[in-house]
């Protein structure tokens, strides 16, 4: 079974419609662009926290499907179909890209065998080792729980706000759920570390270096060699391509792209202990 994290789109803009009393109610999986042939399906979606909901999807084969999500904006409005999903299952494998998206760049049609997949995958896991050492942290954020968490202000305003839990960690984080005890306090989940999935220049050097790599292997999906541009009559010499050089269009990323990311030295500020609401009136932001 794989989950499925789902942001609704309404107006041009992401919305949360839990709040004006709507519901994201259900995810149609097709086999094709053209959504006619139904494959799978789930619902509603569960809340996690603001402006996101969660689908667990039933086991289908791994390979691409196109998604209709259908949600009511709020009470009583007509409901809204999104299909602008699409999805590479299955997900949660520790990949910030897919073997289909690899296949893309490739040329490679879909759906991809069992051997081409393989390989795909091995040369996305050589791509993000090249970038985590680059980095000097992984790609892939860890699940940190505390339990029996007092937040920083009131229940009605946005939990969701890393600020509103007394947590510290040396690294970025966000609040992945929470859920409410009864007794004023909460178990939290906080996801650690630096999400690769969700920055896009992450995404965009993986995917076409794995590509790349692949073309260039011998025997390797999609493998083409140095690409040819001429031959002479007699076959007496040939002439081939050159590839873009960096800043020209259609040049592979260069890593120093992701510099930005690299992990930054981090040390808390000396300052005095905050108690929680209500016995503190103003909210406080910790220094990082």
Same mark, same amino acid.
């Given at each position: 079974?794989?989950?499925?994290?789902?942001?609704?789109?309404?107006?041009?803009?992401?919305?949360?419609?839990?709040?004006?009393?709507?519901?994201?109610?259900?995810?149609?999986?097709?086999?094709?662009?053209?959504?006619?042939?139904?494959?799978?399906?789930?619902?509603?979606?569960?809340?996690?926290?603001?402006?996101?909901?969660?689908?667990?999807?039933?086991?289908?084969?791994?390979?691409?499907?196109?998604?209709?999500?259908?949600?009511?904006?709020?009470?009583?409005?007509?409901?809204?179909?999104?299909?602008?999903?699409?999805?590479?299952?299955?997900?949660?494998?520790?990949? !910030?890209? *897919?073997?289909? $998206?690899?296949?893309?760049?490739?040329?490679?049609?879909?759906?991809? +065998?069992?051997? @081409?997949?393989? %390989?795909?995958?091995?040369?996305?896991?050589?791509?993000?080792?090249?970038?985590?050492?680059?980095?000097?942290?992984?790609?892939?954020?860890?699940?940190?729980?505390?339990?029996?968490?007092?937040?920083?202000?009131?229940?009605?305003?946005?939990?969701?706000?890393?600020?509103?839990?007394?947590?510290?960690?040396?690294?970025?984080?966000?609040?992945?759920?929470?859920?409410?005890?009864?007794?004023?306090?909460?178990?939290?989940?906080?996801?650690?570390g630096l999400d690769g999935v969700a920055e896009d220049p992450v995404v965009r050097y993986v995917t076409a270096h794995a590509a790349e790599s692949e073309r260039n292997?011998?025997?390797?999906?999609?493998?083409?060699?140095?690409? !040819?541009? *001429?031959?002479? $009559?007699?076959?007496?010499?040939?002439?081939?391509?050159?590839?873009? +050089?960096?800043? @020209?269009?259609? %040049?592979?990323?260069?890593?120093?792209?992701?510099?930005?990311?690299?992990?930054?030295?981090?040390?808390?500020?000396?300052?005095?202990?905050?108690?929680?609401?209500?016995?503190?009136?103003?909210?406080?932001?910790?220094?990082?």
């Amino acid at each position: 079974m794989s989950v499925v994290d789902y942001e609704p789109m309404y107006g041009g803009a992401h919305y949360d419609p839990q709040p004006a009393g709507g519901q994201v109610t259900s995810l149609v999986l097709y086999d094709g662009p053209d959504r006619t042939t139904e494959v799978a399906a789930a619902g509603p979606g569960t809340r996690l926290r603001s402006g996101t909901y969660r689908f667990a999807l039933p086991d289908v084969p791994p390979g691409r499907y196109w998604g209709t999500v259908t949600f009511t904006p709020s009470n009583g409005a007509q409901p809204v179909k999104d299909q602008s999903v699409r999805l590479d299952l299955p997900l949660g494998l520790g990949l !910030v890209t *897919s073997p289909e $998206a690899v296949a893309d760049d490739l040329g490679v049609p879909l759906p991809l +065998t069992p051997a @081409q997949r393989d %390989a795909l995958m091995t040369a996305i896991r050589k791509a993000q080792s090249d970038v985590e050492g680059y980095l000097g942290r992984p790609l892939v954020p860890r699940v940190v729980t505390r339990t029996a968490l007092t937040p920083y202000w009131r229940s009605s305003e946005d939990l969701s706000d890393p600020e509103a839990w007394p947590f510290e960690v040396d690294d970025v984080w966000q609040v992945s759920a929470y859920s409410d005890r009864g007794d004023g306090t909460y178990d939290v989940d906080f996801r650690v570390g630096l999400d690769g999935v969700a920055e896009d220049p992450v995404v965009r050097y993986v995917t076409a270096h794995a590509a790349e790599s692949e073309r260039n292997r011998p025997g390797g999906v999609g493998a083409q060699g140095r690409r !040819v541009s *001429s031959v002479s $009559a007699e076959g007496q010499s040939i002439s081939y391509e050159s590839a873009p +050089t960096t800043g @020209q269009a259609g %040049a592979l990323p260069t890593i120093d792209t992701l510099s930005r990311l690299k992990r930054r030295l981090w040390q808390p500020l000396n300052t005095p202990p905050r108690p929680p609401w209500p016995y503190s009136s103003t909210r406080y932001r910790s220094g990082r």
